[in-house]
Structures are given as structure tokens and as C-alpha cells.
């Protein structure tokens, strides 16, 4: 089996509990077909680089994926249908980590000004 990493964006008028029960019924799905999942994140309401269907926002999501070929097609397949989904992209990548992404360490690393510049 391979490794992927799977990124989607949810329409801004959703609730984070709605995104966090589609994350659960995606990683539900990969399961149900024979996958494994590792790493789920939701990295919350962002701001898009440019509109998609009028939308400045979505709520993005991260799966780590170790699953056949055939599990990835399916999910890729049910996501085109989702009309919850507005864009998704799956990458295969060489190893999983279990540190947390850029995007989250980003978010933990607010602490304000330096305080030791004069």
C-alpha cells in the first residue's frame, strides 16, 4: 500500500462540528474500503488565495492515508459528488510524520511581541 496525504476544502457556511463529522465519514470510508488512516487535522476557517463558487473561505482538512490505489480513486470519486466539498487533492508521499503541519504550528506559535528588542 501506498502513502498519501489528502487535502480538502469545505464551503465557509458549514459548522466546524460539520466538518469535523466529514472528516470522521471520510476516514470512515478509507477504513471501510481496506485503508488505514494516521494523522486527521482541521485547520480551521482560512482565507482562500482566490474565490471558488463565490466563496473568499473554506474549511480546510488534512488525512494521512496509507491505502491502495483503488481506495483513493473512490475517495476522489466521492468527494467530486460531495457538495460540501469544494476542492480536494490527494499527494502520495515517501513517509508520514507525526509532529504536527506548518499550518498548526503556526497557529501555536502566537505569543506577541519580542520583548527583548530595545
Known sequence: MALYEH??????????????SLLEETKALIEEKGGKTG??????LRN???RINKSRK???GLIDIDAPADVVAE???LQRLSEDVIRHMTVRVEEHTEEPTAILSKKDD???PRRDRN
Open 75 to 77: 475517495l476522489d470519486r
Open 48 to 50: 482562500l488565495a482566490y
Open 39 to 44: 494523522k486527521t487535522e482541521y485547520w480551521g
Open 7 to 20: 487535502i480538502f476544502i469545505a464551503r465557509p457556511d458549514i459548522s466546524p462540528a460539520q466538518m469535523e
Open 58 to 60: 473554506g474549511h480546510y
Open 110 to 112: 502566537r505569543r506577541g
